[in-house]
């Protein structure tokens, strides 16, 4: 593993993105087309973030550089009169790892830790490219928004709340690697025979409570019916379980998630921008319950509703959730999996990997 170091060629991009898995997953799918295109790839990310284990476990041959971070909030905190100093060290850490690879370009997923690279590229004269996953901009998007060459999105209804002369939607990338799952090793990794129909259960890459009580208090029920795997975040798995024929727990799962979707014959998870146009590009069907706006700023709650109106899944809000609710939105997506599955079929194909990148290396200078 390299950390902070720094290998200096022809042709350098520097990616940026952290605080939750969304905010990396593109930047883990275009990273092998950026190699495979002949750039050397540095990655800027928080000391302690999700970003950095993606990144150091899956591509160690990538130098990661940690920088200092504060949290952007809507709220008040006392941590609001400190986080500032923190942007602004990180600004300078940023731009002293820019000033020493030298890209032709910086590419930002978006997080936290992504605000002080995009200031410090502008500083450094290095064009940023920005990506939006959700309906909305995210605050940190918002941020960087006037700094940035150009920003992409994944939805046609984002392109409402940014700059028209800078804003382009590309729809969805999806990882090659999730069209490479295999069922019956998905199957046997989960020791599920045959037969019964797989309930994939996922609460986002930090887990869901209230979608891990969901399940968990159904449990019997739902086995009468499924086999169900249930990703329910780190440090959420429940010991009494282990043992249950038929419930397979993960903590969270990086390479054998294409074959634990491929296994699945439908979903229930948060609506996360990538994890369901993910979910989409497999034709999975899919149960949504979007993280409220109670605990977030509503961009799953846009993003689920687009999905529903579009056919592709079912929805509850978590504000109707109960033991009861969400058996029965279980069984209207059950009842519904054929007109779905149509819908899904119709949906434009996602970009690869190789396309996205063409489309990022644009703006490089």
């Not at 090793?185 to 009580?213: E, H, I, T």
């Not at 499924?226 to 993960?250: A, R, T, V």
């Amino acid at each position: 593993m390299r950390i902070g170091e720094f290998i200096v060629s022809k042709k350098t991009i520097v990616l940026t993105g952290g605080g939750t898995a969304g905010h990396v997953s593109l930047n883990e799918a275009i990273i092998p087309a950026l190699q495979e295109a002949g750039y050397s790839v540095h990655y800027i990310g928080s000391r302690n973030g999700i970003e950095k284990e993606l990144i150091t476990k899956n591509f160690p041959e990538i130098p990661y550089h940690s920088i200092s971070s504060g949290k952007l909030r809507r709220y008040f905190s006392l941590k609001n009169f400190t986080d500032p100093f923190r942007v602004l060290a990180g600004i300078g850490q940023a731009y002293a790892v820019l000033k020493k690879a030298k890209p032709s370009i910086v590419f930002s997923k978006g997080g936290f830790v992504s605000v002080p690279v995009v200031i410090a590229a502008k500083l450094s004269n290095i064009p940023v490219v920005i990506h939006e996953s959700d309906v909305t901009p995210g605050l940190a998007n918002k941020l960087a928004q006037p700094f940035a060459s150009h920003i992409f999105t994944v939805f046609q209804e984002t392109l409402n709340y940014l700059p028209k002369n800078k804003a382009t939607c590309t729809g969805s990338v999806v990882r090659e690697q999730l069209f490479k799952g295999n069922k019956l090793r998905g199957l046997k990794l989960c020791q599920f025979a045959p037969g019964k129909p797989v309930l994939l259960v996922m609460g986002g890459s930090l887990g869901s409570v209230v979608l891990n009580d969901a399940i968990r208090s159904n449990l019997s029920k739902l086995l009468e019916n499924f086999n169900i795997i249930h990703l329910c975040g780190k440090g959420n798995m429940d010991p009494q379980l282990s043992d249950i024929k038929g419930y397979k727990q993960f903590e969270y799962v990086t390479k054998e998630l294409p074959d634990l979707i491929s296994a699945s014959d439908f979903v229930v998870s948060r609506a996360g921008s990538n994890s369901i146009f993910e979910f989409l590009a497999l034709q999975k069907p899919m149960l949504l319950i979007p993280l409220s706006s109670a605990k977030s700023r509503g961009d799953q709650i846009l993003n689920a509703k687009l999905f529903k109106n579009q056919g592709f899944a079912e929805v509850l809000e978590e504000e109707q959730l109960t033991k009861e609710t969400f058996m029965e939105a279980l069984q209207t997506l059950i009842q519904k999996k054929d007109a779905i599955l149509g819908a899904m079929s119709k949906a434009e194909r996602p970009k690869t990997p190789k396309e996205m990148v063409e489309l990022i290396l644009q703006y490089e200078k």
